[in-house]
């Protein structure tokens, strides 16, 4: 963290740190020492050791409300003592270290040694993941390297973490800098030619990482620039630097005070380690409490750039803004900006427009909540954000399979307890699956755990349903489900409205990625009707629109995969569709929008007959109801393996293809029958029953 005014501590910090952050370091620096390795619990900088506590395992609970922490140990494949995988749902300690931390970390880091500028590398106990990138941190004017403390725990899981210290007394010019950044990625690239780079660089360091990507366009670097600086000639405290140079020493110290409260929002600075599962007023006092803490660490910021520094690092951030932005055009590198629209201290809004229409390759991501020291502000985790936005690779393409993370245990309570978590309270999902010998049972028994799964179905309105069964298979069976969808949706002009598709492992729906996710025995979720069902017109409710060719069914054999119908019903009880694509075309204006939009959007289907073809995306207009209540049935699973006839008998597979097609609207029936004998289908009884006997994945249903 850092700002561009000059020093790196925000004005407010959470107070609570029962998990300090715990270290194994290298330190290298310009004068190309060899590298010291320290002990496992311990970070040295400048000479000085902050010992942290050791982190203990987590285990997997449930807490009620349906939200899960650790029990166990993960179980995953390693290799030479190096993680291959991650496991659903992994510890990625976000919210085990706050801002005090970073205050504790600078501390010791600003102690003057006389030496140069230099890299730390806060490494885990184990290492990261087999073929792990480089991902080297610049800070801002702060120059202490500690503005990614919150992070490291996640990030160290994927990457080889370097973070660059800049003492407080050192007087490097820019271009030094940046031969120093320029000398290490030159190194490591000789070595993985084949791995991308990161650089992250924030405020000040944003202008830094452009200032080397411009450099060298041979490079694979893949930068993400956070609140940069390059804006700095438009920032709205320009007017006070001049103040700053003719103000007395003695008054100095004032000036961290005086600024501080301009470069962030002091809530979420207070709320990192505060659960979003309390009490209100249990929140509220440990908010207060967080705040309170305020006056003991705002001194420290004084050290952390005295007024000589102050001065010398203003120079050098307009030096570096000038640098960068006039290199621009030379960027080759892959760029995602993360931008504050609260941003007092620079307009990175506006910035972040700018370097979109500036760049090559540039993805933007606004956080309209937040303020400029975005990465020590609560609801930020930059991991999530790198994989929300495909940006995570080991090599020079992003795979879909080999690269992707799935989602940690704070992510999935943080999409379901709060991104999604009216909806979740809404549909008051229930699930019931069938066993071998045709019984239906609650919960997901009957689906096997051992891939490779397609789990097929109908398509409800808007995709209702994905939400309540991609969750229900990781809670209950820690499975993550890649559902495969409309490329437009990943791929199109607004993708970035999708991003939570993304860190779900969605993929887009094309025949390679069915192929490759059937031969990495995946569990693959897969509707033939597509778009054509989940925007259906008025009147077409659970009415399935599948092509007339058995698209997938041959593939499942080649494989051998297990065939899973399932049927899922309840958007009549929580929409009525008011108005569909037909009375939207002919709305002024908007119906021009849509049909504009659909001839830019990636096609589908062009060349396919019949209904499923209608492949028009737009949004319905729908009307909330007093929800009823989701209902999913999993057919019983259909056994592939050793049924050669399919692959070489088309009849065969159309036959298959049929039955499949024909369970699916049994199962349908059924559970629209079944919902009327539900006496908690209503949401004022499942309030009710929930408040006074159990969570809400536990509220009864009908007897199946």
């Known amino acids: 963290m850092a700002s561009v005014i000059g020093f790196g501590g925000p004005h407010f910090f959470a107070l609570s740190s029962e998990n300090k952050p715990r270290f194994r370091v290298q330190v290298r620096s310009l004068g190309n020492q060899d590298a010291s390795v320290l002990p496992s619990d311990s970070v040295v900088v400048n000479g000085a050791s902050v010992v942290g506590e050791r982190e203990g395992s987590r285990p997997l609970v449930d807490q009620g409300n349906g939200s899960l922490r650790h029990k166990v140990k993960e179980k995953p494949r390693i290799e030479d003592g190096v993680l291959e995988s991650l496991e659903p749902l992994w510890d990625d300690g976000y919210g085990t270290v706050t801002v005090k931390d970073y205050f504790d970390a600078t501390e010791e880091m600003i102690k003057p040694d006389g030496g140069p500028p230099r890299w730390f590398s806060p490494l885990a106990h184990n290492p990261p993941l087999k073929d792990s990138p480089v991902l080297l941190f610049l800070p801002g004017l702060d120059g202490t390297g500690c503005g990614l403390i ?173 640098y960068a932005n006039s290199r621009l055009h030379a960027v080759k590198a892959e760029v995602l900006v993360l931008a504050s629209d609260k941003d007092n201290m620079v307009p990175s809004w506006d910035e972040a427009e700018r370097l979109r229409n500036s760049l090559q390759n540039c993805t933007v991501r606004h956080f309209p909540d937040n303020g400029h020291t975005l990465l020590l502000e609560d609801g930020v985790n930059l991991l999530t954000v790198i994989k929300r936005t495909l940006k995570y690779r080991r090599s020079r393409k992003h795979d879909g399979f080999s690269d992707f993370l799935p989602p940690s245990m704070t992510e999935f309570n943080y999409t379901f307890d709060e991104t999604v978590g009216l909806l979740r309270f809404a549909a008051g999902s229930a699930f019931f699956s069938t066993l071998e010998d045709g019984t239906v049972v609650r919960g997901l028994a009957g689906v096997p755990i051992e891939g490779p799964v397609i789990i097929v179905g109908y398509h409800n309105l808007m995709g209702l349903e994905l939400y309540s069964l991609v969750e229900e298979f990781l809670r209950e069976k820690k499975i993550m489900v890649r559902g495969l969808a409309h490329p437009e949706l990943l791929l199109g002009k607004s993708s ?55 698209e997938f069914v041959r593939m499942a054999a080649r494989f051998g995969a297990t065939i899973v119908p399932f049927a899922a019903v309840g958007e009549d009880d929580l929409l009525e569709l008011v108005l569909d694509y037909n009375d939207i075309k002919k709305i002024p204006v908007v119906g021009d929008y849509f049909i504009n939009g659909n001839n830019d959007a990636i096609k589908l289907r062009e060349d396919t007959p019949g209904e499923v073809a209608n492949q028009d995306l737009f949004f319905p207009g729908v009307l909330p109801k007093l929800p009823g209540r989701y209902y999913h049935l999993f057919g019983k699973p259909i056994v592939t393996k050793g049924r050669e006839e399919i692959l070489k008998d088309k009849d065969s597979a159309n036959k298959l293809y049929l039955e499949i097609q024909s369970e699916i609207e049994r199962s349908l029936a059924y559970l629209i029958k079944k919902r009327e004998e539900d006496p908690y289908r209503n949401l004022i009884d499942r309030t009710v029953y929930r408040a006074l006997y159990s969570r809400l994945d536990e509220i009864p249903t009908f007897e199946p």
């Open 496 to 550: 970035a409205d999708f991003d939570l598709f993304k860190l779900f492992g969605a993929l887009p729906v094309t025949a390679r990625n069915l192929f490759k996710a059937l031969s990495s025995n995946s569990h693959v979720l897969l509707y033939p009707g597509g778009a054509r069902e989940a925007l259906h017109y008025k009147g077409e409710e659970y009415k399935l629109f599948w092509p007339d060719q058995p």
């Open 150 to 322: 919150l992070h490291h725990k996640a990030l160290q899981k994927v990457f080889e973490v370097r973070c660059l210290h800049i003492p407080v007394n050192d007087r490097t010019p820019f271009e030094g800098l940046v031969k120093l950044v320029e000398e290490t990625i030159r190194v490591e690239h000789a070595s993985s030619p084949n791995k991308p780079i990161y650089l992250v660089g924030d405020s000040f360091g944003g202008c830094l990482s452009l200032a080397v990507a411009a450099r060298n366009p041979t490079i694979d670097l893949v930068l993400i620039l956070v609140n940069p600086a390059t804006s700095i000639e438009r920032s709205q405290l320009l007017p006070l630097f001049p103040i700053l140079e003719a103000m007395p020493e003695e008054l100095h110290i004032t000036v961290p005070y005086l600024l501080s409260f301009v470069m962030g929002d002091p809530i979420k600075m207070a709320t990192v380690n505060i659960k979003n599962r309390l009490p209100p007023g249990l929140k509220f006092t440990q908010i207060s409490q967080n705040l309170t803490a305020l006056l003991p660490c705002l001194s420290s910021l004084a050290d952390i750039i005295p007024r000589e520094t102050l001065l010398w690092k203003l120079k050098l951030l307009r030096s570096a803004a000038g």
